[in-house]
């Protein structure tokens, strides 16, 4: 059973599949995941019960859960975190761009906050591709080196971490201009497929940020 103290980042750690129902309802569980079940539904104005009801009816759902990313070797984990996520990134925000782009000069006239799309799209992926080249040139080989240490790792992960609560401002600011990604009954199939995969990408990074939070982090803060 659940305890809505529970932190968010918590329940995700032990059960991946609430991952699904905390993105349905817009709850942070990777920059914001500190908070409890209980904090974070009140701030988006849910009933607690309902959000505890979802989260228990996903667990009760999975017959079979994979293995914990806090079951994985440090190097594994940064493994998974490079291949998975870092790639996916690398992948689509090239393909993202110009398309964020085209919809908004093609409609633009017609639904001005396509322009605010199309830039904050060109924001975000200058943000997350810097972001991306620091981790793995800088602060990975450090963490998987002998100076990946507390006291060195520290300023690193620190600078890690508003990294991320940027990158989840960005995503916020995003999301109220495409509308929560609902494409209007007249948009194109660009158009869909732009707030589709801006959608994708969002759920990817929050499972991204997650990781690097809530389970590669701690590995390195003092006392571990």
């Known amino acids: 059973m659940l ?12 059960h991946s599949e609430c991952a699904e129902v905390f993105a349905r309802h817009r709850i942070d ?9 209980e904090e974070a539904a009140r701030e988006r104005g849910l009933e607690v ?25 440090t190097p594994a984990l940064i493994e998974h ?23 908004a000069r093609v409609h633009g006239d017609h639904q001005p906050t ?12 200058e943000t997350l591709l810097d972001h991306l080249d620091e981790e793995e040139q800088a602060l990975f080989p450090a963490l998987a080196a002998d100076d990946g240490a ?23 600011r995003l999301r109220r ?4 990604y609902i494409p209007p009954p007249w948009a194109c199939g660009s158009f869909r497929t732009l707030f589709g995969e801006l959608e994708a990408l969002e759920r990817d990074v929050f499972t991204h940020v997650h990781l690097e939070n809530h389970v590669l982090g701690p590995r390195f803060a003092p006392g571990t």
């Open 29 to 37: 569980y990777c920059c914001r995941g500190e908070r409890s079940i």
């Open 3 to 14: 305890n809505p103290s529970r932190s968010v980042a918590s329940v995700v750690l032990d």
């Open 150 to 172: 507390p006291a060195a790792a520290g300023p690193r992960l620190a600078a890690m971490r508003d990294e991320h609560l940027a990158v989840a401002a960005l995503l916020e």
């Open 81 to 103: 975190i490079v291949h998975r996520h870092h790639a996916y990134l690398r992948r689509v925000l090239p393909f993202l761009r110009p398309l964020a782009a085209k919809v």
């Open 177 to 180: 201009a495409a509308g929560d």
């Open 114 to 125: 396509l322009r605010e799309v199309d830039a904050l799209v060109a924001e975000l992926a």
């Open 49 to 73: 019960e309902r959000v505890m009801a979802e989260l228990g009816g996903a667990i009760a759902a999975r017959r079979e859960r994979p293995p914990s990313p806090a079951a994985l070797a």
